[in-house]
């Protein structure tokens, strides 16, 4: 019984889903061009394992502006340069909301939060709070002690770490966290070994790690609403516990901090300004909820620890691939900076190669390879074809930064293309030369694109700095494994695992 009963109940879903998307089928003419849709599901089954490889391969057929259909869906993939600009700076009011998805609902407090809010009034009242009081140069200098202190204590563990190898990235990971944790709330919430944090918090960082992967799948129900109340892939239900268990860590950080319990000495803490808001956010009557403030810190803790520790953990894994370059890179350190002291932000605009290998690693390495999609407000029109109202958004930053018509041997990693005599020595990161956008563009462009920008360089000036790299168990260079493993984020399949050898006298690090 129970067998024929799901027999009946599945062909009727079959039977709807059909009906559906027989009757959503009727595309506007002029479209870009794109692979033939399968039936219901569209063009999900061409995403494979990694998208944004999958997508590159596609823009290769049928060029830098592809139309796909996933499920009813209309998507357009832009995968150049030009075509990004068109999207994200002529078209870019057009373009300044988010569709609806699963992790905006089931993770992100139903779009409370900055990242997936659609575009208005309380979206603008977010990103304000957060560029004046985190994101602001004034906000950014008042906390470069934050920054060091973090980076010092990275620095010793690592100079302690001996004979043993030592897991970089998971390292990186607990220094970008408690910095980020120590200016938003004012405590540590990650253990390092014997220099602890809050013990009860040590799961910060699966969480995160979770988040990025679930956030980056492709879940049927946000294509297929009929299909939404299946949870086929178990998206949905791994979200919403994700969710509580998030939900429980940022409560218990409200409570601490409102009882007085957490915080640091001489110096307002984002959490408190947030707190203080409550009230009139923006002085215009438009309050800021117990909710808003959860996902907002949410966005914080994710968006701004994850993407800086991959992205410094590609860049040593690039520089142990090149002993060459980090030689040169060294020497520059040594010039500038000295050997007597660790390398501090004051520094790091003297240090022009430091900078060059960051932006190449940004360049091969993105933090978001496939930007987080946006749907059209309205009509319009890009390289002669018609994009409709409703259609999503994606920018497969990864391929417009590998594009061999912008980019003279674009696989190479080739720092010196973004020196004087280079191929690109002016380019910029920070959104206005589409080539490279590693943060985006537009009114949606990372809100803490300069506080990541901060963060990686000094990093990655410190472990260049500090350190000669050996990778463990005797691999060679050559052999190094620098496969993708595909989420919201771009993170290395294998983690990296390395032996750090002090190159400087052992007081630095410890004075550090």
């Not at 003297?350 to 900078?355: A, E, G, I, R």
Request: proline share 6%.
């Amino acid at each position: 019984m129970f067998c024929i009963t799901s027999i009946i109940y599945a062909s009727i879903i079959v039977l709807v889903v059909y009906v559906f998307y027989k009757l959503d089928t009727r595309y506007p003419n002029g479209l870009p061009p794109g692979p033939t849709p399968w039936p219901i599901v569209g063009n999900l089954p061409h995403l494979g394992p990694i998208p944004h490889h999958s997508l590159a391969t596609l823009a290769t057929q049928y060029g830098p502006l592809m139309h796909l259909r996933f499920g009813f869906v209309n998507v357009v993939v832009a995968a150049s340069a030009s075509v990004a600009k068109q999207f994200l700076k002529d078209h870019d009011a057009k373009f300044s909301s988010r569709p609806p998805s699963s992790g905006g609902k089931h993770i992100a407090y139903n779009y409370q939060d900055l990242v997936f809010a659609p575009y208005g009034p309380r979206w603008r009242m977010l990103r304000k709070i957060c560029s004046v009081h985190l994101f602001s140069n004034k906000a950014l200098d008042d906390f470069v002690h934050v920054r060091q202190e973090e980076v010092a204590i990275l620095t010793r563990t690592l100079f302690g770490a001996g004979q043993s190898p030592v897991k970089l990235g998971q390292l990186l990971s607990i220094c970008t966290t408690n910095a980020l944790a120590r200016v938003t709330i004012g405590i540590r919430v990650v253990g390092n070994g014997s220099r602890g944090g809050d013990p009860k918090a040590d799961v910060v960082n699966d969480m995160v790690v979770e988040l990025i992967q679930l956030a980056g799948e492709f879940n049927i129900g946000d294509f297929i609403p009929v299909l939404d109340w299946l949870d086929l892939q178990g998206v949905a239900g791994k979200m919403k516990k994700l969710h509580k268990r998030f939900d429980s860590f940022l409560n218990s950080i409200l409570e601490e901090h409102k009882s007085g319990k957490i915080g640091e000495m001489g110096h307002v803490q984002l959490l408190s300004i947030l707190i203080s808001l409550k009230d009139d956010a923006d002085g215009k009557g438009q309050k800021l909820s117990d909710v808003e403030i959860k996902a907002l810190l949410l966005n914080l803790f994710v968006a701004g620890t994850d993407t800086s520790y991959t992205t410094v953990e590609w860049a040593i894994a690039e520089l142990i691939r090149h002993p060459e370059l980090l030689k040169q890179a060294q020497e520059e350190m040594d010039t500038v900076v000295g050997r007597d002291r660790l390398v501090t932000e004051s520094d790091l605009n003297q240090l022009t190669f430091l900078q060059a290998i960051v932006k190449e690693n940004f360049r091969l390495h993105p933090p978001a390879p496939l930007s987080l999609p946006r749907i059209a407000s309205e009509s319009c029109e890009v390289n002669g074809y018609t994009i409709s109202k409703g259609s999503t958004l994606l920018v497969n930053v990864w391929a417009i930064a590998r594009d061999p018509d912008m980019w003279t041997d674009p696989l190479e990693f080739r720092p010196d293309r973004f020196l004087s005599g280079g191929e690109k020595p002016d380019a910029d990161v920070r959104g206005n030369d589409f080539e490279v956008i590693p943060f985006g563009a537009g009114r949606r462009i990372c809100a803490g694109m300069s506080l990541g920008l901060r963060m990686v360089q000094l990093l990655t000036a410190t472990l260049v700095q500090a350190f000669d790299w050996e990778l463990a168990n005797g691999l060679e260079p050559e052999n190094l494994n620098m496969e993708e493993a595909y989420g919201l984020g771009l993170r290395r399949a294998e983690p990296l695992m390395v032996h750090p050898r002090p190159r400087l006298a052992p007081y630095v690090y410890k004075s550090g």
